[in-house]
C-alpha cells in the first residue's frame, strides 16, 4: 500500500503542473526527447542563455564522452536494479544484492595483475574503470529510488557542477539495504564516490581524479538445508522464515578505499598537428575481507548430529576470519599525437600488493601456510590509438619485466559504416597471474587452509559485435588454459552429513567457449516486442566450465502519450528462460562460487510484470517480479539449494535536475 500512496503524490502533482500551455520548442532547448524542457527553465530571464544537452558530458577514463539522457526505453527499464545495468546473463539470488550467478561467461572481465579475490562479494563494489567523471553547464542532478525485498530501500543519488568551464566536481552515494525473504539474509551496502576533473583553457594539462570508499555486508544462511521443503509447494513453507537454513548468524564483510589520479600534461605550448604528452596514474587501494561465524554447528532436520557444514574447526566457536589487501599501482609515459598518424603512447609501471594475514600456519606434515604474499612487478608497454573518418582503434600490449611472467595485448577496431550502422572487433591475449586467494587463504575452518604456487592463466579471445538499426549481435570465442577454480573436495560419506569442503584448483587442458547473442526489437505500432538470445557452447574433456547452452529474454509492450503527451508510458511482460546445467554453486567462507556436479538447475520460466512512465526528466518504474510463482510449482533456484526469488511488487523512479 505504501508503494501506492507514494507513487500517487509523485504522480498527480507532477501531471496537474504539467498541464501548462506548452510553449514552442527552440532548438536550442535542452532536448529531453519531449516537448518539455526542465522546471527551473521556465523561470529564466528571456535573454539567458538555454544549455544545450551536449553540455552534460559523460566520460569515461579512457575519455569516451556520452551525454545525459533522461528518456524512457526499455533498455533503460532493464537498467532499473541496484547496479544501474543491464543484468542480462547474470542470475540474482532470492535477496537484492546477494552474489550473482554467472549465465553468460564473457561477461568475466580480466586483468593480468592479481586482485584479492573473494570475486562473488565484488559484484557491488565499483572497480576505477567504472568511475564516471562528469562536464556540466549548470548543476546536474540525480535521485535513484527502488524498494527491496521486505524491509529496505535502495537509494543511489549524485550531484555534479562545473565552478567554472574547467573545473568539475562530483559527489555521489548509492545504499543499499535488503532485510529478504529467508533467515539470515540481510544485505547492507554503501559506495561513496568523489571525483574532480581539471583542464586548463588551452587543455595543456588535465586531471581526472576520484576518491571511492565502499562497503558490502551480507548475512549468510549457507542456502536452504533441505530443498525437498522448498519443492513440495506446502502452504507452510511459503512463509519462507519457516526454511530451514544451515548458517543463522554468519556474516561476510568487503570494506574498500580507493585514490585514483590520471592527468597528462602537453610540452608544446600550443596545441598543433604534433603534440608530446607526459602521462600519469596512480591507484591507491586497500581492502578488507572477513567472514565472521559465531555458531559453528549447525541443526539439520533428519540428522541427529549436529553438522560441521565447513568441516573440522580450530575453534568451537566464533569464526573470524580476516583478510588484508593493499595495493600501489603507478604507471608514467610519454605520449606522441599527430593529426595524421594518430597517438603512440610508451610507458613504464609499477606495481606493489601485499596480500596479508596475521599469523603463520605449521602444520604436523611441516606444511607452512605464510601469512602474506607480497608482489612487486614491473611492466613496459606501449598503446596506439587511431581515429580517422570512419576508423577508431586502439591498440594496447604490456609485457613485464621483473620475474614474473604475465603479458596483455588487446586490440579494439570500430568501424562506422554510417550514423546507424557500427562494427566493432576485439582481440585479447592475456597471461594473467592468480587472484591472491588461489594462492593463499588462512581460515579458522581446517580445510580451508592453503598455500599453492600456481602457474599464470591464459585467456585468448577474439569478438566481434555489429549494430544496426535492424539487429545486434555479438560472437566471441575464447580459449582458456591453465584455468582455475574452486570445486567442493568433500567425499561422499561427508556429503551425506552435508558437509561442504571447497579448495582451488587448476585445469591443465584446454577449455574452448563459443558464445552468440542477438537482440532484435519488432514495432507494430504501439505496440514492441523486444528479443535477447543466448546461446553458448563449450568444449573441454572434463565439465569445469558450466554454462546454460540457451539463454533468452523476451520482452512485449505497449507504449503511448497520454494527458497531452504530458506522460508518456509503457506497460508490458517480460519472459526469461535458461536451459537445465550444472550451475555453480556458492560459498561464504571464501565468497567465491565453486564448480558442482550433482545438481542441475534451470529449465523454468520466469514472467516480470511492468509499468514505465516518464514526466518531463522523471521516470517511474513499477514491476511485479516472478508473478508466475503465484501459481506455479516451487523449482526455480539460483544455485543448487539458494531458491530464486518469489513474486514481489517493487517500485523505482529516477528524477534528474538540471538547475
Known sequence: MRIFIFLYLLVVPALLFSQEKPKPASKNNLDMNTQYSSITDSVKKKKAKIATIDQYQIITLEHDTIYADTSL??????????????????????????????????????????EIGFTAKHFNYIQ??????????????????NTTINKGQNVDSFITLNTSKNLNFSIAYRGLRSEGDYIN?????????????????????????????????????????????????????????????????????????RLFFDHAFRINPKAGNNNLYINHQLNYENKFFEYNQPTVLSSVDGI?????????????????DQTHFERLYNKVGV????????????????????????????????????DNLFLQINNFGA???????????????????????????????????????QFDFRYRNI??????????????????NWSNNFKNEKINSLGANIYTPWLNAEVNYTVLNDHLYFTDTATEAQREIRQQLVRPFQYGNAINYLEIKANREFKFGKFALDNTLLYQKVDQSEAILNVPDFVTRNTFYYTNYYFKKALYAQAGIVFNYFTKYY????????????????????????????????????????????????????????????????????FGLVWNFFQ
Do not use: C, M
Open 73 to 114: 526505453t526499455i533498455k533503460s527499464a532493464y537498467k532499473q536494479n541496484h547496479l544501474r545495468k543491464d543484468l542480462f546473463g547474470l542470475l540474482e539470488l532470492s535477496n537484492i544484492g546477494q552474489p550473482l550467478n554467472t549465465l553468460q561467461y564473457s561477461l568475466t572481465s580480466f586483468s593480468p595483475y592479481p
Open 128 to 145: 576505477a574503470d567504472e568511475v564516471r567523471y562528469y562536464s556540466a553547464a549548470t548543476p546536474f542532478t540525480e535521485l535513484f529510488f
Open 335 to 370: 605520449s606522441y599525437e599527430n593529426s595524421l598518424l594518430g597517438k603512440f603512447n610508451f610507458f613504464l609501471d609499477d606495481y606493489r600488493s601485499n596480500y596479508q594475514y596475521d599469523k603463520i600456519i605449521i602444520f604436523k606434515d611441516n606444511t607452512i601456510i605464510p
Open 304 to 320: 541427529d548430529e549436529p553438522v560441521k557444514r565447513f568441516g573440522e574447526s580450530y575453534v568451537t566457536s566464533g569464526i573470524n
Open 185 to 257: 539474509q540481510l544485505v547492507s551496502a554503501g559506495n561513496f564516490r568523489f571525483t574532480t576533473s581539471y583542464a586548463t583553457t588551452s587543455r595543456r594539462y588535465s586531471l581526472n581524479a576520484h576518491f571511492t570508499s565502499q562497503d558490502n555486508s551480507n548475512e549468510e544462511n549457507g542456502g536452504i538445508t533441505t530443498v525437498e521443503d522448498f519443492d513440495s509447494g506446502d502452504p507452510d513453507f511459503k512463509n519462507r522464515q519457516r526454511l530451514q537454513v544451515y548458517l543463522t548468524d554468519a556474516k561476510s564483510f568487503l570494506k574498500g578505499r
Open 583 to 650: 550451475a555453480n554453486d556458492y560459498n561464504p567462507v571464501i565468497g567465491e562460487f565453486f564448480v558442482q556436479d550433482k545438481t542441475e538447475i534451470g529449465n523454468y520460466a520466469t514472467f516480470d510484470l511492468f509499468i514505465n512512465a516518464r514526466i518531463r526528466q522523471t521516470r517511474f518504474y513499477l514491476k511485479g517480479e516472478h508473478i508466475n510463482a503465484l501459481f506455479s510449482s516451487s523449482n526455480y533456484y539460483s544455485t543448487p539449494n539458494n531458491p530464486y526469488r518469489d513474486f514481489v511488487i517493487r
Open 383 to 421: 598503446q596506439y590509438e587511431y581515429q580517422k573518418n570512419k576508423w577508431n582503434g586502439r591498440f594496447l600490449y604490456s609485457r613485464s619485466i621483473t620475474n614474473q611472467s604475465l603479458s596483455d595485448l588487446d586490440a579494439k577496431l570500430r568501424y562506422n559504416l554510417n550514423e546507424k550502422i
Open 431 to 448: 597471461n594473467k597471474l592468480p587472484n591472491n586467494n588461489y594462492n593463499l587463504y588462512q581460515s579458522s575452518y581446517v580445510s580451508y
